[in-house]
T-cell receptor, first 110, second 114 residues
Framework: AQRVTQPEKLLSVFKGAPVELKCNYSYSGSPELFWYVQYSRQRLQLLLRHISRESIKGFTADLNKGETSFHLKKPFAQEEDSAMYYCALRGETSGSRLTFGEGTQLTVNP | NAGVMQNPRHLVRRRGQEARLRCSPMKGHSHVYWYRQLPEEGLKFMVYLQKENIIDESGMPKERFSAEFPKEGPSILRIQQVVRGDSAAYFC????????????FGQGTRLTVV
């Protein structure tokens, strides 16, 4: 069985502060991990995927297989980063089917 | 490319009625996924379809729910005899093929059962 856990439903930081959104997963094989973002009144969109190893909008995430984590980080949060963030996992045999965490609502205060 | 289009955006049904949710995938995409998001929860996989085929319906409730993706036209998620617990946001995603491709999401249909 595959499972994704985001322990924080709500996270509030001030502009310019570092931010870390936590994601832990359980999966017996080699998963693909993703972060999706949903800005207010917009559709869910892919933010980044671990195989790309890229930084999008200043965000990075490293897959830690030992700790089964894929935390999302940004050194200096901006107000426009306020959104709902979902961590998701895709298993080796599940096609493009994704297993989502419950999401973290990030609020960046001025 | 207009992206994944879902309609209606909002749907209100009385208990016992039928709900039909439509999803038009992006142009060139032949794989469609439906997810449900109950209040205060994350998105949960329901069903994965290709044109005229159901590939994986392991997340679909056993009764009252069905999905199709015909050769022509949008994918339809059908809920018969709706109950209050069916109130949720239903999201559709599409991809051009199954593995190693990004799935693009629609804006969702918010179903309210009164």
């Amino acid at each position: 069985a595959q499972r994704v856990t985001q322990p924080e439903k709500l996270l509030s930081v001030f502009k310019g502060a570092p931010v870390e959104l936590k994601c832990n997963y359980s999966y017996s094989g080699s998963p693909e991990l993703f972060w999706y973002v949903q800005y207010s009144r917009q559709r869910l969109q892919l933010l980044l995927r671990h195989i790309s190893r890229e930084s999008i909008k200043g965000f990075t995430a490293d897959l830690n297989k030992g700790e089964t984590s894929f935390h999302l980080k940004k050194p200096f949060a901006q107000e426009e980063d306020s959104a709902m963030y979902y961590c998701a996992l895709r298993g080796e045999t599940s096609g493009s089917r994704l297993t989502f965490g419950e999401g973290t609502q990030l609020t960046v205060n001025p | 490319n207009a992206g994944v289009m879902q309609n209606p955006r909002h749907l209100v049904r009385r208990r016992g009625q039928e709900a039909r949710l439509r999803c038009s995938p992006m142009k060139g995409h032949s794989h469609v996924y439906w997810y449900r998001q109950l209040p205060e929860e994350g998105l949960k996989f329901m069903v994965y379809l290709q044109k005229e085929n159901i590939i994986d319906e392991s997340g679909m409730p056993k009764e009252r729910f069905s999905a199709e993706f015909p050769k022509e036209g949008p994918s339809i998620l059908r809920i018969q005899q709706v109950v209050r617990g069916d109130s949720a946001a239903y999201f559709c995603a599409s991809s051009p093929r199954d593995k190693n491709t990004e799935a693009f999401f629609g804006q969702g249909t918010r179903l309210t059962v009164v």
